[in-house]
Nanobody, 125 residues
Framework: ELVESGGGLVQPGESLTLSCAAS????????IGWFRQAPGKEREGVSC????????YYADSVKGRFTISRDNAKNTVYLQMNSLKPEDTAVYYC????????????????????WGKGTLVTVPS
């Protein structure tokens, strides 16, 4: 199971940290990614991390503002979001893949075999 938390309403320029807690499996063997879906838009990859070595991938729209990290002892992946913008408003989901590359998973939503239920982030204009 993947359970997201930490979403909420924040003002432009503020920060928020999302958490993705995994249960029933060990993060070490998976690529974990954060994805988002805004109203009327397709789901897109935001950032992915390979838990075994910490390699990361970021979408161009969030580079320099968002940071993905993992705590394997807590079996949790985090997404630190800084300098939030109205266009970051979306439901944020975490997902896992046992075999995708971090770029394949994030850029192409490839190889995902489990999704969390999502947490809503709202940044008003």
């Amino acid at each position: 199971e993947l359970v997201e938390s930490g979403g909420g309403l924040v003002q432009p320029g503020e920060s928020l940290t999302l958490s993705c807690a995994a249960s029933g499996f060990t993060l070490d063997y998976y690529v974990i990614g954060w994805f988002r879906q805004a109203p009327g838009k397709e789901r897109e990859g935001v950032s992915c991390i390979r838990s075994s070595d910490g390699s990361t991938y970021y979408a161009d729209s969030v580079k320099g503002r968002f940071t993905i990290s993992r705590d394997n002892a807590k079996n949790t992946v985090y997404l630190q979001m800084n300098s939030l913008k109205p266009e970051d408003t979306a439901v944020y989901y975490c997902a896992r893949s046992s075999f995708a590359t971090i770029q394949g998973m994030c850029a192409g939503l490839y190889g995902i075999d489990y999704w969390g239920k999502g947490t809503l982030v709202t940044v008003p204009s």
